[in-house]
């Protein structure tokens, strides 16, 4: 029986893009399948579109997994995929994988990405074999016994994975935080993985930096404190006030619906966003939806709303209206403003949405629409990734045996005193003990052997 072996296809340096491919016993399993986000370099955009897996593999936004992926030839009956979450960096790629290969996720990841396409906000997967993970139940597969365990993050459905293999335990966090509405699942991963005693911990260092920055370790809100501190923004608006959510944040629609609802003012979102949040919560969450756009909506999301009888309002008809109302407008609908004529005094609140900062080149041009329509930005944001000093604390309790960073622009800066780190280079295959598979030498930094 051989031992485990793995590597860090993607994702070792990069925010986003993480696939992990583990191989024991001619047996693999590959942990999340995401697509790179780099708004500054996207190579493919609106206008140039791949046309498959070997495009972006050619461009280097896909790695190569022999049998995994539709232009691969030969079929593998021992190959799966583990996603922990809904998001697309973490599982982008779902929509190249051939029908053949398992796929588990949790029950709520599912949920979300079978309702996505239906929305119009996300690609059809539904020809893929999705299979459930229920939280702390081991699934065999092969050599490999993977037990999903669920964190908190800022989409429902989070998990983190614990593999047990020939020779080897290995843990990936997927993402995750302690400043969310359910720190205690993410304290309860770490116990968990304690107890795993892992000899790898595959970590996301999201906010890790090379160098310290005041914006990595600032004051988080949580998600019951985000929604305080938008209602006391709305509470200040003498006109219309604008807010740009992450429509798969779900809960943080939630919050948004309360907040609307404390300061006396109704709540006027998206089609798309309207029918994914009633789509996984069950019930509708605002009291209008904004039109204009009707030529964009899925069949689905048409029967919906005709269903529920919701009224749809023109741009225009907001105008002199706005002050009952708060309006969900993402950076892709700023163009209703030219209809609206936004009265003077008015609000743009982001909230962790499209463009996510100055460092998406549309943020400038967000800026200067601002700008032109004499709306006053905001930004509120509560992170769905732990602050650099909340993941030294959750290393010091889970103790691996190796720490391998992913999911980070400053992996050398991720760690904790006395645990062991592994800087991995893209696609170099690893054993559990930390050695570089063919004989050739470790490439690794930290502390002593523990």
């Known amino acids: 029986m051989s031992h485990v072996c793995w590597q860090v296809a993607q994702g070792a340096d990069t925010i986003g893009g993480t696939v992990i491919v583990l191989a024991a016993d001619g047996w693999r399993l590959v942990l999340d399948l995401g697509s790179l986000y780099t708004p500054a370099q996207p190579v493919f955009d609106s206008r140039l579109r791949p046309r498959g897996i070997r495009d972006l593999q050619r461009l280097g936004r896909a790695p190569v997994v022999p049998g995994l992926f539709t232009d691969h030839q030969g079929v593998d009956s021992r190959l799966a995929v583990a996603i922990s979450h809904a998001h697309f960096d973490h599982c982008g790629l ?90 205690y699942l993410t304290w309860a991963f770490a116990r968990r993985a304690r107890d795993f005693q892992p000899d790898v911990l595959f970590l996301e260092g999201t906010r890790v930096r090379a160098a310290p920055s005041p914006e990595t370790e600032q004051p988080e809100l949580g998600e019951e404190a985000w929604a305080g501190a938008l209602a006391r923004c709305l509470e200040t608006a003498p006109a219309g006030a604008y807010i740009a959510v992450y429509p798969m944040h779900t809960e943080r629609v939630q919050a948004l619906q309360w907040a609307v609802r404390m300061v006396g003012r109704r709540l006027m979102l998206t089609a798309p966003t309207a029918y994914l949040y009633a789509a996984m919560h069950g019930q509708v969450a605002c009291s209008a939806v904004l039109g204009g756009d009707e030529d964009t909506w899925t069949p689905a999301v048409r029967q919906w709303l005709t269903a529920q009888r919701l009224p749809v309002w023109l741009p225009q008809q907001l105008h002199g209206q706005e002050r009952a109302w708060v309006v969900e407008l993402p950076y892709e609908r700023l163009t209703a403003w030219v209809d609206i004529r936004p009265a003077d005094g008015g609000l743009y609140i982001h909230a962790d949405a499209n463009p996510g900062g100055p460092f998406d080149p549309a943020w400038a041009n967000l800026l200067h629409w601002l700008d032109v329509f004499g709306v006053r930005l905001i930004r509120l944001s509560a992170s769905g990734h732990a602050t650099p000093s909340d993941l030294q604390a959750l290393l010091t309790v889970v103790q691996p045996r190796w720490l391998v960073p992913v999911h980070t622009l400053a992996p050398a800066a991720l760690g904790a005193p006395h645990i062991r780190r592994l800087l991995v280079q893209p696609g170099q295959v690893y054993t559990a003990s930390g050695q570089v598979c063919n004989g050739m030498s470790e490439r690794s930094e930290g502390g002593p052997d523990g």
């Open 94 to 183: 779902l929509p190249y994988v051939r029908s053949t290969v398992p796929v588990w996720m949790t029950a709520e990841t599912r949920r979300l990405l079978t309702a996505l396409p239906d929305a119009g906000l996300g690609p059809e997967i539904g020809a893929l074999d999705l299979r459930t993970a229920c939280p702390g139940e081991p699934i065999r597969w092969g050599p490999f016994t993977l037990t999903a365990v669920l964190v908190d993050h800022d989409v429902a459905g989070a998990c983190a994975w614990l593999v047990e293999a020939p020779g080897g335990r290995l843990a990936y966090s997927g993402d995750l935080r302690l400043h969310g509405r359910r720190p």
